[in-house]
T-cell receptor
């Protein structure tokens, strides 16, 4: 079983739709949660970073964390064709001096005009 | 303010040759991380370095792979005697010190290694 599970998709939605991207994890030591966006043939770009259960909003993006269910989500409102990319969730443990992020496989999103 | 820089962007090697991948962190960042991305897979952690120190190399293959981050100059990921299975995109990330830094890593554009 992978530490972090993410449906690879692809997920195709019409422009303007609300997109929901999800990850589940098995390691209860994970306390920090990140979402990255990766365009084709580019490096990942940090979108959101959160460490507490609940919601965090940034523009059209909302990150949600439910530690009791070991489940995190990223919502994109009013999706645009420019949002078409692969979205990667990433996690880190709390203790120790570690920069070892554990990534999900990534979900490919296509927003159609 | 330049971001994380990696070179070369594309590298082709024949089996048995050596590959050297370079990474210059963002200005003000003293921590460097290397990740590998195989086709259809997510990013896999390889190694975490600070200047002149390897902090965590738990993701590095035991043989043929090495990394350094010297006092002066870029971080280097070195792969000796490359095999076809080493073909992948290699990404470098950098951060500021501290726990928040570990969780806010900024990635470079990657080096795509092809082994013939």
């Amino acid at each position: 079983q992978k530490e972090v599970e993410q449906d690879p998709g692809p997920l195709s939605v019409p422009e303007g739709a609300i997109v929901s991207l999800n990850c589940t994890y098995s390691n209860s030591a994970f306390q920090y949660f990140m979402w990255y966006r990766q365009y084709s043939r580019k490096g990942p770009e940090l979108l959101m970073y959160t460490y507490s259960s609940g919601n965090k909003e940034d523009g059209r993006f909302t990150a949600q964390v439910d530690k009791s269910s070991k489940y995190i989500s990223l919502f994109i409102r009013d999706s645009q064709p420019s949002d078409s990319a692969t979205y990667l969730c990433a996690m880190n443990i709390r203790s120790g001096n570690t920069g070892k992020l554990i990534f999900g496989q990534g979900t490919t999103l296509q927003v159609k005009p | 303010n330049a971001g994380v820089m990696q070179n070369p962007r594309h590298l082709v090697r024949r089996r048995g040759q050596e590959a050297r991948l370079r990474c210059s962190p963002m200005k003000g960042h003293s921590h460097v991380y290397w990740y590998r991305q195989l086709p259809e897979e997510g990013l896999k952690f390889m190694v975490y370095l600070q200047k002149e120190n390897i902090i965590d190399e738990s993701g590095m293959p035991k043989e043929r792979f090495s990394a350094e981050f010297p006092k002066e100059g870029p971080s280097i990921l070195r792969i000796q005697q490359v095999v076809r299975g080493d073909s992948a995109a290699y990404f470098c990330a950098s951060s500021q010190p501290g726990l928040a830094g570990h969780n806010e890593q900024f990635f470079g554009p990657g080096t795509r290694l092809t082994v013939l």
